[in-house]
């Protein structure tokens, strides 16, 4: 395992940790853990096929994953919604503030390596 997926994954689930943390503090997702574990393993999957990826295939790979990302998520939380409406607004915050605070730490991972060149 290289240097920069280790420290990627590290930083990965210490963010899911205090995203999972700070939400159970202020509300109560009926599919918190569900929805983390998701996202983050999407995210991570994401980062380590990009990683992978030359740098001429970066842009086209990346936006690919995006699209992928964007309509597996839509379909998955438009499954949650429909199970739990009671709960729906909960779990479509969460799910768009860690896609959102998941994806950032991405670019920011993807972007030191790749925005060397």
């Known amino acids: 395992m290289n240097r920069s997926l280790l420290m990627f994954s590290v930083c990965l689930i210490i963010l899911t940790l205090v995203i999972g943390f700070g939400t159970s ?6 599919f918190l853990n ?14 380590f096929f990009i990683e ?13 994953t995006i699209v992928l990302k964007l309509l597996v998520g839509g379909i ?4 949650l919604i429909y199970l739990d409406l009671e709960g729906a607004e909960s779990n ?3 799910f768009m503030i860690s896609y959102l605070l998941l994806t950032g730490l991405e670019v920011g991972f993807l972007f030191r390596k790749f925005g060397k060149s």
């Open 92 to 94: 479509a915050l969460l």
């Open 25 to 30: 503090r202020f509300s109560s997702p009926s």
């Open 52 to 64: 992978k990826t030359a740098t001429e295939n970066f842009i086209k790979n990346y936006l690919l």
């Open 76 to 79: 998955f939380i438009s499954i």
């Open 34 to 47: 569900l929805i983390l574990i998701s996202l983050s393993a999407a995210t991570w999957l994401v980062y």
